[in-house]
């Protein structure tokens, strides 16, 4: 990582705990746990039946439902307890790609939008410890800002795999070039903590927010944009990629 953004996400990790309490306070933080473990999860064990689950994927340790914010938006929540996208356990070297789960039910925005939505209109999406309001890890799959596919088309010659600077809504983030239809074995979360020297320090990746969209290369293969959104209280940044999201799919 960057000298300036180790520096600037430990800074931040300062700022996130101060608004620990505040997080805390939110109204019932456990509400996504609650549901999954004491609801989906022993319905499909008694009955076969997810609700109010979409999926529950008992194998593969997570559940798709759908948010009560905007017509096509779902959520990943694993099975698993699992605080947020500093959990240590998400970086072990078998821990489950949570993303690639995502991407292969992204295709439920769509539906139940009622229209077939082309790979770089979704978007997948985590906060940072300072942007949640629950503490059980979940991604947002729902439609992407209709104006970002043609402004990460310019970095569709980037290198792949490697995190160059992106400036967006005069804030800098930063992006990494994907390639292939699916994201095989590259996992976003084991991406971002590459960034840092000190790989496995949840402090430094709860101060992160990541984003993965969909994309058509020119020469017409396909791949992804992860973008790594990190905390900068000094410049009003929470660590809120879900602002590249829209909730209201106005593609």
């Known amino acids: ?148 596919p043609q402004l990460l088309r310019t970095h569709q010659t980037d290198a792949p795999d490697q995190w160059l600077p992106l400036m967006l809504d005069s804030h800098r983030y930063w992006i990494m070039r994907l390639t292939g239809s699916t994201l095989g074995d590259a996992n976003p979360f084991k991406l971002a903590a590459a960034m840092n020297p000190d790989a496995h320090n949840s402090a430094a990746m709860a101060a992160q927010s990541l984003l993965l969209t969909g994309a058509r290369f020119g020469d017409g293969s396909e791949g992804s944009y992860l973008i790594d959104t990190p905390v900068n209280f000094d410049r009003g940044e929470r660590g809120n990629a879900e602002a590249l999201l829209d909730h209201s799919c106005s593609l």
Not at 10 to 39: G, H, R, S
Not at 79 to 90: D, F, M, Q, V, Y
Not at 129 to 142: E, F, G, K, T, V
């Open 1 to 148: 990582m960057k000298t300036p953004l180790r520096a600037a996400l430990l800074c931040a990790l300062i700022a996130i705990t101060a608004l620990l309490p505040a997080i805390l306070a939110a109204a019932n933080p456990d509400k996504l746990w609650e549901i999954v473990n004491q609801e989906c999860v022993p319905n499909m064990i008694g009955h076969n039946e997810p609700g109010p689950c979409r999926l529950v994927d008992r194998q593969r340790g997570f559940t798709i439902l759908k948010d009560i914010v905007g017509a096509g938006q779902f959520l990943l929540i694993p099975t698993r307890r699992l605080t947020g996208i500093e959990s240590p356990e998400l970086l072990a070297p078998d821990a489950p790609n949570y993303w690639a789960y995502a991407w292969e039910q992204s295709h439920l925005v769509g539906e139940a939008l009622g229209k077939k939505l082309t790979r770089d209109q979704i978007g997948l999406e985590i906060n940072s410890a300072a942007a949640r309001s629950q503490l059980q890890l979940h991604i947002h799959i729902d439609c992407l800002r209709a104006d970002l």
